[in-house]
């Protein structure tokens, strides 16, 4: 048994308890009991005296298999190595407070495999959800990462594409919607499935009771998303006032954007490839202004920062909380919010975690200060408590 004695929590991240400080007591990887401060009692007790205990954070869109430096030499490395610098990105994620993570694209399905050997006990990780390879059409640009894109493009193959993740074991159906920042050629905003397509790939994935997350910039492709019940439009970058309408009137979408990827391409334009930062400057500005007006309409959204996309992005999150605070004036407690309870709602997960109440899973994380105050305090990781047990930092 272990027992965070006198620890500082915030109100909207608990349930079944109100108050602001409390003992949380850990046995069998679960929380047991939430009790008044210092009154908790037996087993290792742990003073968090100016501490303040959050859920575990959850990183709704990243990629293990990408580490963000040359796209071409990253494409000729064996799976094998490419598993090995994946469980060393994890545990830089887990090790600054993320306990759950959704991978949302890597090549040969290598995170689908990774994923089943983190449920197993074979690897210290954060939990992941992934979607193995990505669902495409056949698009400008798509071999630039080689075999990261299942092309599909009718229907009926669309439907086979949806199976076969499905029986590689993915937990989610991943999708491109639109263009991509990062493919050459491909033009952000451009709708690259046909509606007919998208219902094929959404009716399929409720068939096998998956759910199904979209890449998508641009409004159009947004509101197709919408229409057809998508679960999670990646980055919506490029939203008019029918979006916000939409997104604002809809409980079955919600989207994830990830502002990190094009301001890292513009703050890190020396090395960077021309089409990353010449595509990033046309929709960030856009993009920024979007996130601002959504979350001043109250607009529900997760939280991700597709890290793996630039150099050095693993374990830094604290880029994405700074954007959203710092440019989109978000509050520290809202994006906080957004990467725990808000991403275990929209992600399905919050019977288990996301909230810190008794019965959910032991995913703490511990920080010295007050993060929901000064989003800083985030990188002052105090300890991180994964499944009941305390993570090496």
Known sequence: MMVLRNARVVPELMEGYEGTHADIVIEDGLIQEIREPKTASGGEILDMTDRTVIPGLIDAHLHLDLKGTNVFEENVQPDAYRAMTAVKLAQDNLKMGYTTIRDLGDRNNIIVDFARAVREGYVTSPDVLASGKIISPTELGNDFFGDMYLEADSPD??????RKQYQKGADWIKVMGTGAVMNPGAEPGQV???EEELKAICDMARFVNLPVSVHCHGSEGIKMCIRNGVRTIEHSSIMDDECLRMYKSTNRSFMIPTLSAPHAFLEMSEGMPKHYVDKAARIVRIL???????????IKMGWGTD??????????GIYEFRLRVNECGMSPKDTIIQATKNNAEILYIDDTVGTIREGKKANLAIYNGNPDENIEILNDVALVIKDGKKVAI
């Open 307 to 316: 890290a793996g996309v630039y150099e050095g992005s693993h374990g830094n």
């Open 192 to 194: 690259i499935l046909e």
């Open 157 to 162: 193959e669309l439907r086979k594409a949806v």
């Open 288 to 298: 920024d202004e979007g996130m601002r007006e959504a979350y001043r309409q109250g």
